[in-house]
Protein backbone atom coordinates (compact mmCIF):
# COMPACT_ATOMS: atom_id res chain seq x y z
CA UNK A 1 0.00 0.00 0.00
CA UNK A 2 1.47 3.55 -0.83
CA UNK A 3 2.68 5.75 2.28
CA UNK A 4 0.14 8.24 1.93
CA UNK A 5 -2.26 5.82 3.19
CA UNK A 6 -0.22 4.33 6.13
CA UNK A 7 -0.28 7.51 7.12
CA UNK A 8 -3.58 8.37 7.55
CA UNK A 9 -4.49 5.13 8.67
CA UNK A 10 -2.21 5.65 11.98
CA UNK A 11 -3.41 9.62 11.76
CA UNK A 12 -6.80 8.13 12.17
CA UNK A 13 -6.31 5.21 14.48
CA UNK A 14 -4.06 7.98 17.05
CA UNK A 15 -6.55 10.21 16.90
CA UNK A 16 -9.57 7.06 17.99
CA UNK A 17 -7.47 6.82 20.59
CA UNK A 18 -6.21 10.39 22.13
CA UNK A 19 -8.48 12.67 20.70
CA UNK A 20 -8.26 15.84 20.10
CA UNK A 21 -5.83 17.00 23.58
CA UNK A 22 -3.80 14.87 22.69
CA UNK A 23 -2.15 15.75 19.29
CA UNK A 24 1.35 14.88 19.45
CA UNK A 25 0.25 10.89 20.49
CA UNK A 26 -2.04 11.26 17.07
CA UNK A 27 1.08 12.66 14.98
CA UNK A 28 3.07 9.83 16.57
CA UNK A 29 0.99 7.28 15.49
CA UNK A 30 0.96 8.74 11.92
CA UNK A 31 4.57 8.82 11.96
CA UNK A 32 4.64 5.20 13.00
CA UNK A 33 2.14 3.79 10.48
CA UNK A 34 5.13 5.31 7.44
CA UNK A 35 8.28 3.06 10.09
CA UNK A 36 8.01 -0.34 8.58
CA UNK A 37 8.58 0.74 4.80
CA UNK A 38 12.03 2.57 5.91
CA UNK A 39 13.15 -1.05 5.70
CA UNK A 40 13.99 -0.27 2.24
CA UNK A 41 16.84 1.65 3.35
CA UNK A 42 18.50 -1.60 4.44
CA UNK A 43 18.36 -3.01 1.21
CA UNK A 44 22.45 -3.16 0.79
CA UNK A 45 22.11 -5.70 4.21
CA UNK A 46 19.00 -7.81 3.19
CA UNK A 47 21.10 -10.17 0.79
CA UNK A 48 23.35 -11.15 3.73
CA UNK A 49 20.29 -11.01 6.06
CA UNK A 50 17.04 -12.23 4.52
CA UNK A 51 15.10 -11.00 7.91
CA UNK A 52 15.82 -7.58 6.58
CA UNK A 53 14.40 -7.08 3.86
CA UNK A 54 11.47 -5.32 2.54
CA UNK A 55 8.05 -6.54 4.55
CA UNK A 56 10.49 -8.37 6.71
CA UNK A 57 10.88 -8.29 10.33
CA UNK A 58 10.06 -4.66 10.30
CA UNK A 59 6.44 -6.07 9.47
CA UNK A 60 6.20 -7.71 12.04
CA UNK A 61 4.73 -7.61 15.80
CA UNK A 62 8.53 -7.86 17.17
CA UNK A 63 9.77 -5.68 14.44
CA UNK A 64 7.29 -3.24 15.47
CA UNK A 65 7.84 -3.21 18.88
CA UNK A 66 11.46 -2.45 18.74
CA UNK A 67 10.73 0.59 16.65
CA UNK A 68 7.99 1.67 18.92
CA UNK A 69 10.26 1.52 22.20
CA UNK A 70 13.07 3.51 20.55
CA UNK A 71 10.31 5.45 19.09
CA UNK A 72 9.36 7.01 22.48
CA UNK A 73 12.62 8.23 23.22
CA UNK A 74 14.21 9.71 19.79
CA UNK A 75 10.40 10.67 18.66
CA UNK A 76 9.51 13.26 21.63
CA UNK A 77 13.12 14.78 20.93
CA UNK A 78 12.50 14.86 17.24
CA UNK A 79 9.01 16.50 18.02
CA UNK A 80 11.06 19.04 19.78
CA UNK A 81 13.11 20.55 17.38
CA UNK A 82 10.67 20.70 14.60
CA UNK A 83 7.36 21.71 16.93
CA UNK A 84 8.36 23.24 20.06
CA UNK A 85 9.05 21.82 23.12
CA UNK A 86 5.92 22.14 24.33
CA UNK A 87 4.55 19.66 21.39
CA UNK A 88 6.94 17.07 23.07
CA UNK A 89 5.31 16.66 26.09
CA UNK A 90 3.68 13.51 27.04
CA UNK A 91 3.81 10.26 28.61
CA UNK A 92 6.54 8.16 27.67
CA UNK A 93 3.98 4.99 27.82
CA UNK A 94 0.96 7.22 26.01
CA UNK A 95 3.68 7.24 22.70
CA UNK A 96 4.81 3.58 23.08
CA UNK A 97 1.03 2.62 22.77
CA UNK A 98 0.34 5.54 19.76
CA UNK A 99 3.53 4.44 18.06
CA UNK A 100 2.74 0.83 18.29
CA UNK A 101 -0.85 1.47 17.23
CA UNK A 102 0.39 3.01 14.04
CA UNK A 103 3.05 0.83 13.14
CA UNK A 104 0.63 -2.19 13.80
CA UNK A 105 -1.56 -0.79 10.99
CA UNK A 106 0.91 -0.68 8.59
CA UNK A 107 1.30 -4.91 9.15
CA UNK A 108 -2.60 -4.82 8.95
CA UNK A 109 -3.22 -2.90 6.09
CA UNK A 110 -0.04 -4.91 4.38
CA UNK A 111 -1.43 -8.13 4.89
CA UNK A 112 -5.20 -7.31 3.64
CA UNK A 113 -4.01 -8.30 0.10
CA UNK A 114 -1.71 -10.93 -0.81
CA UNK A 115 1.42 -9.80 -0.46
CA UNK A 116 2.25 -11.73 2.74
CA UNK A 117 3.78 -10.57 5.93
CA UNK A 118 5.42 -12.13 8.24
CA UNK A 119 3.84 -11.57 11.17
CA UNK A 120 4.98 -13.50 13.74
CA UNK A 121 8.92 -13.01 12.40
CA UNK A 122 11.38 -14.01 13.67
CA UNK A 123 9.78 -16.85 16.17
CA UNK A 124 7.88 -18.22 12.81
CA UNK A 125 8.81 -18.40 9.35
CA UNK A 126 5.10 -18.37 8.07
CA UNK A 127 3.79 -15.55 6.28
CA UNK A 128 0.26 -14.00 6.15
CA UNK A 129 -2.17 -12.45 3.98
CA UNK A 130 -5.89 -11.85 4.60
CA UNK A 131 -6.66 -11.66 0.48
CA UNK A 132 -9.32 -9.03 1.05
CA UNK A 133 -7.99 -6.52 -0.64
CA UNK A 134 -6.24 -5.40 -3.93
CA UNK A 135 -2.69 -4.71 -4.26
CA UNK A 136 -3.29 -1.40 -6.02
CA UNK A 137 -7.33 0.01 -4.93
CA UNK A 138 -7.89 3.03 -6.26
CA UNK A 139 -11.08 3.25 -4.68
CA UNK A 140 -8.73 3.00 -1.18
CA UNK A 141 -6.56 5.55 -2.79
CA UNK A 142 -9.30 8.21 -3.85
CA UNK A 143 -10.44 8.03 -0.27
CA UNK A 144 -7.16 9.20 0.98
CA UNK A 145 -6.81 11.82 -1.47
CA UNK A 146 -9.90 12.98 -0.79
CA UNK A 147 -8.81 12.70 3.68
CA UNK A 148 -5.95 14.55 3.12
CA UNK A 149 -7.82 17.40 0.81
CA UNK A 150 -10.49 17.79 3.51
CA UNK A 151 -8.11 18.12 6.78
CA UNK A 152 -5.86 20.30 4.87
CA UNK A 153 -8.74 22.96 4.00
CA UNK A 154 -10.11 22.74 7.61
CA UNK A 155 -6.69 23.49 8.81
CA UNK A 156 -6.26 26.51 10.40
CA UNK A 157 -9.66 27.73 9.30
CA UNK A 158 -12.48 25.41 10.72
CA UNK A 159 -13.81 25.91 14.20
CA UNK A 160 -11.54 22.40 16.49
CA UNK A 161 -15.21 20.82 16.63
CA UNK A 162 -15.46 20.41 12.97
CA UNK A 163 -12.10 19.19 12.69
CA UNK A 164 -12.70 16.34 15.43
CA UNK A 165 -16.15 15.63 13.54
CA UNK A 166 -14.17 15.43 10.11
CA UNK A 167 -11.85 12.53 11.95
CA UNK A 168 -14.94 10.99 13.75
CA UNK A 169 -16.24 10.48 10.33
CA UNK A 170 -13.09 9.49 8.58
CA UNK A 171 -12.41 6.96 11.03
CA UNK A 172 -15.37 5.12 11.24
CA UNK A 173 -15.50 5.12 7.50
CA UNK A 174 -11.95 3.61 7.76
CA UNK A 175 -13.24 0.94 10.70
CA UNK A 176 -16.73 -0.03 8.45
CA UNK A 177 -14.41 -0.42 5.49
CA UNK A 178 -11.82 -2.94 7.22
CA UNK A 179 -14.64 -4.51 8.63
CA UNK A 180 -16.90 -5.53 5.24
CA UNK A 181 -13.51 -6.31 3.69
CA UNK A 182 -13.08 -9.09 6.11
CA UNK A 183 -16.39 -10.04 6.66
CA UNK A 184 -16.87 -10.43 2.87
CA UNK A 185 -13.26 -12.26 2.91
CA UNK A 186 -14.47 -14.75 5.85
CA UNK A 187 -17.72 -15.36 4.06
CA UNK A 188 -16.18 -16.45 0.53
CA UNK A 189 -13.48 -18.59 2.44
CA UNK A 190 -16.44 -21.30 2.82
CA UNK A 191 -17.55 -20.91 -0.92
CA UNK A 192 -13.73 -21.65 -2.37
CA UNK A 193 -13.56 -24.94 -0.09
CA UNK A 194 -16.57 -26.21 -1.14
CA UNK A 195 -15.46 -25.38 -5.04
CA UNK A 196 -11.90 -26.98 -4.33
CA UNK A 197 -10.19 -23.27 -5.39
CA UNK A 198 -6.59 -22.50 -4.37
CA UNK A 199 -6.88 -18.76 -4.08
CA UNK A 200 -9.56 -15.53 -3.40
CA UNK A 201 -8.56 -12.42 -5.83
CA UNK A 202 -10.61 -9.40 -3.91
CA UNK A 203 -12.07 -6.74 -6.88
CA UNK A 204 -12.56 -3.60 -6.42
CA UNK A 205 -16.22 -4.66 -5.08
CA UNK A 206 -15.78 -5.65 -1.98
CA UNK A 207 -19.21 -8.01 -1.94
CA UNK A 208 -17.54 -9.53 -5.12
CA UNK A 209 -14.54 -12.10 -5.48
CA UNK A 210 -12.54 -14.41 -7.84
CA UNK A 211 -12.21 -17.70 -6.70
CA UNK A 212 -9.53 -18.99 -8.69
CA UNK A 213 -7.59 -22.63 -9.36
CA UNK A 214 -4.48 -23.74 -10.69
CA UNK A 215 -3.27 -27.19 -10.72
CA UNK A 216 -0.96 -29.30 -12.95
CA UNK A 217 -2.20 -31.48 -15.41
CA UNK A 218 0.79 -32.89 -16.46
CA UNK A 219 4.07 -31.89 -16.36
CA UNK A 220 4.52 -28.44 -18.34
CA UNK A 221 1.03 -28.26 -18.31
CA UNK A 222 -1.55 -26.01 -16.06
CA UNK A 223 -4.93 -26.04 -16.41
CA UNK A 224 -6.20 -22.44 -14.30
CA UNK A 225 -10.08 -22.34 -14.04
CA UNK A 226 -11.99 -19.42 -12.17
CA UNK A 227 -15.30 -18.12 -11.36
CA UNK A 228 -17.24 -15.15 -9.77
CA UNK A 229 -18.99 -14.86 -6.55
CA UNK A 230 -21.31 -12.46 -5.10
CA UNK A 231 -21.85 -11.90 -1.74
CA UNK A 232 -25.61 -11.18 -2.50
CA UNK A 233 -26.00 -13.18 -5.80
CA UNK A 234 -23.99 -16.52 -4.98
CA UNK A 235 -21.82 -17.47 -7.48
CA UNK A 236 -22.87 -15.34 -10.66
CA UNK A 237 -20.69 -16.44 -13.60
CA UNK A 238 -20.08 -19.70 -15.44
CA UNK A 239 -16.73 -21.24 -14.39
CA UNK A 240 -13.69 -20.47 -17.05
CA UNK A 241 -11.00 -23.09 -18.06
CA UNK A 242 -7.51 -22.51 -19.73
CA UNK A 243 -4.72 -24.08 -20.14
CA UNK A 244 -0.85 -23.44 -20.31
CA UNK A 245 2.10 -24.95 -21.51
CA UNK A 246 5.15 -23.66 -19.18
CA UNK A 247 7.90 -24.90 -21.65
CA UNK A 248 8.34 -23.00 -25.15
CA UNK A 249 6.48 -25.46 -27.49
CA UNK A 250 8.05 -27.11 -30.59
CA UNK A 251 7.26 -24.34 -33.57
CA UNK A 252 4.41 -26.00 -36.14
CA UNK A 253 0.76 -25.13 -37.61
CA UNK A 254 -1.14 -23.77 -34.71
CA UNK A 255 -5.49 -24.84 -35.29
CA UNK A 256 -7.58 -23.16 -33.12
CA UNK A 257 -7.80 -20.73 -29.83
CA UNK A 258 -7.42 -23.18 -26.81
CA UNK A 259 -3.80 -24.34 -28.96
CA UNK A 260 -3.10 -20.94 -29.73
CA UNK A 261 -3.39 -20.46 -25.20
CA UNK A 262 -1.23 -22.90 -24.76
CA UNK A 263 1.22 -22.11 -26.90
CA UNK A 264 1.29 -18.61 -26.18
CA UNK A 265 2.20 -18.55 -22.31
CA UNK A 266 5.86 -19.27 -22.15
CA UNK A 267 6.40 -16.22 -24.27
CA UNK A 268 4.03 -14.05 -22.59
CA UNK A 269 5.31 -14.85 -19.11
CA UNK A 270 9.02 -13.58 -20.27
CA UNK A 271 7.60 -10.67 -21.21
CA UNK A 272 6.03 -9.93 -17.98
CA UNK A 273 6.88 -10.48 -14.69
CA UNK A 274 3.14 -9.86 -13.09
CA UNK A 275 1.74 -12.78 -14.99
CA UNK A 276 4.40 -15.15 -13.22
CA UNK A 277 4.18 -13.59 -9.37
CA UNK A 278 0.04 -12.95 -9.87
CA UNK A 279 -3.14 -15.30 -10.40
CA UNK A 280 -3.71 -15.13 -14.31
CA UNK A 281 -5.40 -16.39 -17.10
CA UNK A 282 -6.03 -16.04 -20.99
CA UNK A 283 -8.57 -15.63 -23.88
CA UNK A 284 -8.05 -15.98 -27.73
CA UNK A 285 -9.81 -15.22 -30.89
CA UNK A 286 -9.29 -16.11 -34.30
CA UNK A 287 -7.78 -13.31 -36.57
CA UNK A 288 -6.09 -13.54 -40.25
CA UNK A 289 -2.97 -15.72 -40.56
CA UNK A 290 -3.80 -17.16 -36.92
CA UNK A 291 -4.64 -16.04 -33.33
CA UNK A 292 -4.21 -13.02 -30.85
CA UNK A 293 -4.43 -14.32 -27.00
CA UNK A 294 -4.67 -11.60 -24.24
CA UNK A 295 -3.06 -13.28 -21.11
CA UNK A 296 -3.80 -10.94 -18.21
CA UNK A 297 -3.37 -10.37 -14.42
CA UNK A 298 -6.87 -11.04 -12.31
CA UNK A 299 -5.70 -8.90 -9.72
CA UNK A 300 -4.47 -5.58 -11.83
CA UNK A 301 -7.82 -4.01 -13.39
CA UNK A 302 -8.98 -0.39 -13.31
CA UNK A 303 -12.52 0.12 -14.87
CA UNK A 304 -12.74 -3.48 -16.75
CA UNK A 305 -9.40 -3.04 -18.55
CA UNK A 306 -6.48 -5.45 -17.20
CA UNK A 307 -2.92 -5.57 -17.50
CA UNK A 308 -1.54 -8.53 -19.42
CA UNK A 309 0.25 -9.73 -22.31
CA UNK A 310 -1.33 -9.64 -26.04
CA UNK A 311 0.83 -12.28 -28.09
CA UNK A 312 -0.16 -13.17 -31.70
CA UNK A 313 0.50 -16.79 -32.85
CA UNK A 314 1.19 -17.49 -36.46
CA UNK A 315 -1.51 -19.91 -37.63
CA UNK A 316 0.96 -21.56 -40.55
CA UNK A 317 3.87 -21.76 -38.19
CA UNK A 318 3.22 -21.39 -34.53
CA UNK A 319 5.47 -18.22 -33.91
CA UNK A 320 4.31 -16.23 -30.94
CA UNK A 321 5.16 -12.24 -30.70
CA UNK A 322 3.71 -10.92 -27.68
CA UNK A 323 3.34 -6.71 -26.07
CA UNK A 324 2.09 -5.71 -22.21
CA UNK A 325 -0.91 -3.66 -22.94
CA UNK A 326 -4.17 -2.66 -21.11
CA UNK A 327 -7.10 -4.46 -22.54
CA UNK A 328 -10.78 -5.71 -21.82
CA UNK A 329 -10.64 -9.76 -21.60
CA UNK A 330 -14.17 -9.59 -23.36
CA UNK A 331 -12.95 -7.88 -26.57
CA UNK A 332 -11.00 -11.39 -27.23
CA UNK A 333 -13.60 -14.11 -26.79
CA UNK A 334 -13.38 -16.94 -29.08
Known amino acids: MDPFSHLMLGY ?12 QYVVAAAVAGALPDADVALFPLSHRFPL ?31 FGSG ?3 GAPWAYFVALEVGGLSHVLLDAMDHWSVPILAPFQDR ?3 FDADRIANFGGMAFTVVAYATL ?9 WLWQLTSWVLLLAVVAYFAVRLGTRWWVEGARRKGGYTSVVP ?30 RGRSDPFRTAEALIPEPAPGPVSFPAQAIRASYAACARKSWFLKETNR ?33 DGATGRVTAQARWRRPESFAA
Open 52 to 82: LRHRGISHSIVGVTVIAVAGTWLIPGAFALG
Open 87 to 89: FAS
Open 203 to 232: QANPFRFLLYDERSLSPGLLEMRYTVHHLL
Open 152 to 160: LEERGRAPI
Open 12 to 23: LLGFGLFGAQGL
Open 127 to 129: EYA
Open 281 to 313: FAVAKAVPAGFEVFWYSLELSVWGRYAGVIAHV
